[in-house]
Nanobody
Framework: EGQLVESGGGSVQSGGSLRLSCDVS????????MGWFRQGIREEREPVAT????????NYADSVKGRFTIPYGPGKNSLALKLRSLKPDDSALYYC????????????????????WGQGTQVTVSS
């Protein structure tokens, strides 16, 4: 499996925007689910947004719906996550992950389904 390298994190004020990027070595569209997860201090890792790269179906956590977007772009070797209207509760280490999955249907949302992970990129939102 290829490596996943996240970038784009940083410190912003509440209401600000960021664009995270996950560079993936090797083509991944069509046979994988890709996901963005986050883990805050003293918190469990939680799914933020996941994408079935075969079907194009995406799933978002209720807490980020309408604010975060995971673009669907076959032919690219990177996966983005657009974050807007950021809140202090969004502060966390954001991870990119990949899982084998059927090219049809919805993406996996459970972290245990994902077998390849990046090192994470930190997002800090101040009030």
């Amino acid at each position: 499996e290829g490596q996943l390298v996240e970038s784009g994190g940083g410190s912003v004020q509440s209401g600000g925007s960021l664009r995270l990027s996950c560079d993936v070595s090797g083509y991944f569209y069509g046979g994988y689910c890709m996901g963005w997860f986050r883990q805050g201090i003293r918190e469990e890792r939680e799914p933020v947004a996941t994408l079935n790269t075969g079907s194009g179906n995406a799933n978002y956590a209720d807490s980020v719906k309408g604010r975060f977007t995971i673009p669907y772009g076959p032919g690219k070797n990177s996966l983005a996550l657009k974050l807007r209207s950021l809140k202090p509760d969004d502060s966390a280490l954001y991870y990119c992950a990949r899982a084998a999955c059927s090219p049809r249907g919805d993406p996996h949302i459970t972290a245990t389904k994902y077998t390849a992970w990046g090192q994470g990129t930190q997002v800090t939102v101040s009030s």
